[in-house]
């Protein structure tokens, strides 16, 4: 199983960028999908996860500026981030579960300039 994502970019701050996340494999509601994100010289941390019932989570430090979401027809995970702050400047890396095995992407860069 192979997860590609994409969408990162350099923005100013306030601005915003869709990732984009794509399975090789057929995704559905059963899956549990996540977004992390790792800054340089920091350990990767967890952004924001969607459980198999369809209830979204997320870290204090994003809430109410990113949404997580799915597209189980085009096996496509997804990470709105709107009102970006530098603090924000990470690699983002999505994990998609299938069952117990876990798969995770090459990560996108996301650089938030003042």
């Known amino acids: 199983v192979q997860l590609l994502e994409s969408g990162g970019d350099s923005v100013q701050a306030g601005g915003s960028l869709r990732l984009s996340c794509v399975a090789s494999?057929?995704?559905?509601?059963?899956?549990?999908m996540a977004w992390y994100r790792q800054a340089p010289g920091k350990q990767r941390e967890l952004v924001a996860h969607?459980?198999?019932?369809?209830?979204?989570n997320y870290a204090d430090s994003v809430k109410g500026r990113f949404t997580i979401s799915r597209d189980v027809r085009k096996n496509t995970g997804y990470l709105q981030m709107n009102n970006l702050k530098p603090e924000d400047t990470a690699v983002y890396y999505c994990?998609?579960?299938?069952?117990?095995?876990?798969?995770w992407g090459n990560g996108t860069l996301v650089t938030v300039s003042s």
């Open positions: 994990k998609i579960a299938w069952g117990l095995v876990e798969h």
């Open positions: 494999r057929r995704i559905s509601v059963s899956n549990t």
């Open positions: 969607i459980t198999p019932g369809g209830t979204s």
